[in-house]
């Protein structure tokens, strides 16, 4: 167990690095399913963050620094604290965030900026505000956000790894991704620039949607309905396959989750509440020819079961 635990800490540091590539994600996934150990470890590890949330602001603050500074540092910090752990610390929340305004997995944020515009901030997302005389500038760090302009004479715009999304009076969502962005329009328009090829400019209407990367932009494409549910919480499917709808909802609770293949195609429509899980899961079970395998509350895969 020990040697799962020292490789626990040592992913949870990885997929907290400023830049984290899909075949990272896809490596930490084959890691977690591929012993049950693995899975016990990081659930620990998961219980030591929580615990974290009650250790002492100075204590934290130093912590993550290090963390930051120094990745072998953190790994050893953190392995130390499995060991000894951390009863009787009150009042820090342990965060690799540095950030205006942040989530963490499975929650959200609505927020009031200082100029009227609102902002909702999806599960495990990150964002920086520059406001000043001439922009009205939000740096999506990752996740998800939705935005809501107010009438200003500077302009709103978002800004990605991969570009910028000018906001023209209008109501639109952005996700960070690897290597991609999308953005999705509720009302009036948006103009999108790549940042790698300033001159390419896309414009995209309400109802639309597209992805772009550091140097193309994607074809615009109609927007799904109820995209932007997750801002009230709810994931609503129109025939999606069981694997894509595990994918998304994998992204609002900690740990593996995931199917075997023979179920990966089976398709569903529905609305599920985000803020829980388990209730969508043991929905799933009722409607669907799987059963669920659980070996923690952070390790669970969907099964072929009884017809």
Same mark, same amino acid.
């Given at each position: 167990?020990?040697?799962? %635990? ?5 992913? =949870? ?46 204590? +934290? ?20 604290? %499995? ?53 009205? %500038? ?17 302009? %709103? ?36 620039? !790549? ?11 309400? +109802? ?10 994607? !074809? ?35 740990? =593996? ?40 509350? =952070? ?9």
């Amino acid at each position: 167990m020990k040697r799962a %635990l020292a490789q626990a800490v040592d992913w =949870y540091v990885r997929l907290n690095e400023s830049t984290v590539s899909p075949a990272t994600h896809s490596q930490w996934q084959a890691w977690l399913a591929a012993d049950p150990q693995h899975a016990q470890a990081w659930a620990r590890l998961e219980h030591l963050q929580q615990r974290l949330a009650q250790a002492p602001a100075a204590v +934290g603050a130093a912590t993550l620094e290090q963390a930051r500074q120094q990745r072998r540092a953190a790994v050893k910090m953190l392995a130390l604290l %499995l060991g000894v752990g951390v009863v009787g610390w009150q009042g820090y929340q342990l965060s690799p965030w540095q950030a205006d305004y942040a989530t963490r997995v499975g929650q959200r944020r609505h927020l009031t900026l200082a100029d009227g515009s609102r902002l909702v901030l999806d599960t495990d997302t990150q964002v920086n505000l520059h406001f000043d005389g001439q922009q009205r %500038l939000i740096v999506l760090k990752q996740g998800e956000i939705l935005v809501e302009t107010a009438k200003d004479a500077r302009p %709103l715009s978002v800004q990605s790894a991969e570009g910028r999304i000018l906001a023209l009076g209008t109501r639109f969502a952005v996700r960070q991704g690897h290597g991609s962005t999308r953005v999705t329009v509720e009302a009036h328009a948006v103009e999108v620039r !790549p940042r790698l090829a300033q001159a390419q400019v896309m414009r995209a209407e309400a +109802g639309q949607t597209l992805t772009f990367t550091a140097d193309r932009i994607g !074809p615009l494409h109609p927007a799904a309905a109820q995209s932007s549910a997750w801002a009230r919480g709810m994931l609503v499917v129109v025939d999606w396959r069981l694997d894509d709808v595990l994918a998304e909802l994998s992204r609002y609770r900690p740990g =593996y989750l995931g199917c075997a293949p023979e179920v990966a195609g089976l398709r569903l429509s529905g609305t599920f509440l985000l803020n829980d899980s388990e209730a969508v899961l043991a929905n799933l079970q009722d409607s669907l020819p799987v059963h669920i395998r659980r070996l923690t509350r =952070y390790w669970v895969r969907i099964e072929a079961g009884a017809a």
